[in-house]
C-alpha cells in the first residue's frame, strides 16, 4: 500500500514524505538484522538527503512508469515464489517427517538392546565379577613378580594384596554396589521406609530385654558402609554378630551359648533399629563378589567357614525383615 501510495499521480510529494518512507524501511531492515539492505538504505537516504522536490517527483514518475513496464515479470516472480514456498514447506515437511522416523528407530533400538540386558542381567553381573577377579587375580601376580617385593615376607604379600583390593574396589565401589544404578537404590530407599515401620513389630524373650537395644552392635553394624571390600563387610557382620552372642551368652541363665533361635530375633532387632542405608545392595554385592566365589587371596580358607556361618545368619534375618507384615 505504501508503495502505491507514493506512486499515486497528481500529488505534489515534497521531500520529507519519500524521506520518511525510506526511514521506515530501514527499521525494518534493521529489526530483522539484513544488513545488505541496511547498507543500501543508507546510501538511499544520503542520495534523496541532497535532491529538491521536484527532482523527487521525477525520480517517483520514472520508478512507477518500470513499475508498470514489469508488472507482467512481477506477477510471474509471485506466482514462481509461491510455488516455491509451497515446495519449500513440503520439503521441511519431509525433513519433520525423517527426523521423527530416525528418532522411533533409535528409540526402538534402544528398547530392543534394553530387553536384552534385562535379560541377559545376571550372565552380566556374573561377567563383571570374574572381569574384577581375575584383574585383582593380575594384580597380586604382578606385585610377586616385581623386584620390589622381592625380599617381602609372605604377611606383607598378603597386606600388599588387602591393599590393592581395597584401593581397586574403592574405584568400583558404586558400580559394583548399584549394578541396576537408580533401580538398586529405590530398592533400598523402599526398604529403609519399611524397617521404620517394623519397629515395633518384635517382641524378645523377657531375659534377653535387659540388654535392649544393644547400642554396641547397632554402632558396629552402621560401620559396613564405611568398608568398600566384600571381606571387610562380611568381616563387620561377623564382628556384630559376635557381639550380640556375647551379649546373649551374659544374660543367658541356664548357660552355654543361645541358639539360633535367640539370636536371629536379636539380629532383626539390631538392623530393623540401625536401619543402615544400602542393605539389600550390600547383601548383593558381597554375594557376588566374596562369597560365591572363589577366594582370590590367600590365608581366606582359614576363617571362611565362621565367616560363611554368620553371613547365612545375617542374610536370613534380613530375609525375615523382609517378610515382615507391618501393616497389621
Request: glycine residues 4%; proline residues 4%.
Amino acid at each position: 500500500m505504501a508503495h502505491r501510495e507514493l506512486f499515486t499521480s497528481g500529488v505534489q510529494y515534497p521531500q520529507n514524505k519519500l524521506l520518511a518512507f525510506l526511514k521506515a524501511l530501514q527499521a525494518e531492515a534493521v529489526n530483522l538484522q539484513d544488513r545488505s539492505l541496511i547498507a543500501q538504505l543508507w546510501e538511499t537516504l544520503r542520495c534523496v538527503q541532497i535532491m529538491d522536490n521536484n527532482s523527487c517527483k521525477k525520480l517517483l514518475n520514472l520508478l512507477k512508469e518500470d513499475h508498470q513496464r514489469s508488472s507482467v515479470y512481477i506477477a510471474y516472480l509471485i506466482r514462481c515464489r509461491k510455488g516455491l514456498t509451497t515446495k519449500a514447506y513440503l520439503t521441511r515437511q519431509l525433513e519433520r517427517i525423517q527426523r521423527d522416523k530416525e528418532v522411533v528407530n533409535k528409540f526402538f533400538t534402544m528398547v530392543c538392546v534394553r530387553l536384552f540386558l534385562e535379560r541377559q542381567e545376571e550372565s552380566i553381573l556374573k561377567l563383571s565379577t570374574q572381569l574384577v577377579k581375575h584383574f585383582l587375580y593380575t594384580l597380586n601376580d604382578w606385585i610377586q613378580e616385581d623386584p620390589i617385593w622381592a625380599a617381602a615376607s609372605e604377611v606383607q604379600k598378603i597386606d600388599a594384596e588387602i591393599a590393592t583390593e581395597r584401593a581397586i574396589m574403592t574405584t568400583v565401589y558404586k558400580l559394583a554396589l548399584y549394578p541396576n544404578g537408580d533401580g538398586d537404590i529405590h530398592r533400598d530407599q523402599e526398604a529403609v521406609q519399611g524397617s521404620y515401620r517394623k519397629s515395633q513389630e518384635l517382641t524378645n524373650p523377657e531375659k534377653y530385654q535387659r540388654e535392649l537395644p544393644w547400642p554396641a552392635a547397632q554402632a558396629e553394624i552402621l560401620n559396613i558402609n564405611v568398608y568398600k571390600t566384600p571381606k571387610d563387610k562380611v568381616l563387620c557382620v561377623v564382628r556384630c554378630c559376635s557381639i550380640i552372642m556375647n551379649l546373649l551368652s551374659l544374660a543367658n541363665e541356664v548357660g552355654g551359648p543361645p541358639g539360633a533361635d535367640a539370636f536371629v530375633p536379636v539380629l532383626m532387632f539390631v538392623l530393623i533399629k540401625a536401619n543402615p542405608p544400602s542393605l539389600l545392595s550390600t547383601v548383593q554385592y558381597v554375594n557376588s563378589f566374596y562369597i560365591q566365589n572363589d577366594s582370590y587371596r590367600a590365608g581366606d580358607d582359614d576363617n571362611k567357614g565362621e565367616e560363611t556361618y554368620w553371613w547365612t545368619q545375617f542374610e536370613a534375618a534380613i530375609e525375615f525383615t523382609k517378610t515382615m507384615d507391618y501393616k497389621k
